[in-house]
């Protein structure tokens, strides 16, 4: 009985282990819509047996991040397309709930949490300067979820990573065509000096525009792929 306890916890942990690693995958934005993830390949980058990966997998195709492969199980899962409209409701839902995170966030910041995001910040722009997409997006999801954390309302943090895996994979496919755009505003620089200062509202504000006005441009750029349209 003992040593059956032991193999459960062993494979608990491993389970865990490939569910965290593929949540922070999407999260960043490293799978593409309509990428297949094989099973046999996760299992061999993580080190660990396909049964655990297996079972990660089904949770996030359960909870509607995946969908099934062809072939059953045994056939993996892959990344959904997404849709223009369903982007923009994405984009509603993250101005209201990642505003109001970052307004509570203002509460409680810390001289390390703010060189913590001055770090990312700068981590993100020479990403972005290097060209190095996923290193960038990477830094991205670290700076945002970094503000939030600071909000110590942890369901709220929950169904904002919700909303991230959906639209995760979308950064990846727009994120050449988008990077101009992001030069023109700098809404994370403006986010980090409110809550340096303590500004809820300013913080709030910042991020709201940081989020609408990149789902905007981003929503078009959608658009314009589904329609075969090159520029936009």
Not at 84 to 90: C, I, T, Y
Not at 106 to 123: C, F, G, K, Y
């Amino acid at each position: 009985m003992e040593s059956s306890g032991l193999k459960q916890i062993e494979k608990v942990t491993l389970w865990d282990r490939a569910y965290a690693e593929l949540r922070s995958a999407l999260l960043a934005g490293r799978f593409a819509p309509g990428q297949r993830i094989l099973l046999r390949e996760v299992a061999g980058a993580l080190g660990i047996s396909l049964t655990p990966v297996r079972d990660a997998v089904n949770h996030l195709i359960a909870e509607r991040v995946l969908e099934r492969g062809t072939g059953g199980q045994g056939g993996g899962a892959i990344v959904p397309e997404i849709d223009p409209d369903h982007f923009r409701q994405l984009t509603l839902m993250r101005t209201e709930l990642e505003s109001r995170a970052a307004f509570e966030a203002a509460a409680n910041v810390t001289p390390q949490a703010i060189a913590s995001l001055r770090d990312a910040l700068a981590r993100m722009t020479g990403h972005m300067q290097r060209e190095r997409r996923d290193d960038y997006l990477e830094m991205h999801r670290r700076f945002h979820f970094g503000i939030y954390a600071l909000a110590d309302m942890p369901l709220l943090q929950d169904t904002i990573e919700t909303l991230w895996l959906r639209c995760g994979p979308v950064l990846n496919v727009v994120l050449p065509e988008y990077v101009p755009y992001l030069k023109k505003t700098d809404y994370h620089a403006a986010a980090l000096d409110a809550l340096s200062r303590q500004d809820a509202q300013a913080v709030a504000e910042a991020i709201r525009r940081d989020i609408a006005d990149a789902g905007e441009y981003i929503y078009q750029l959608l658009r314009n792929r589904q329609q075969g349209t090159v520029t936009v």
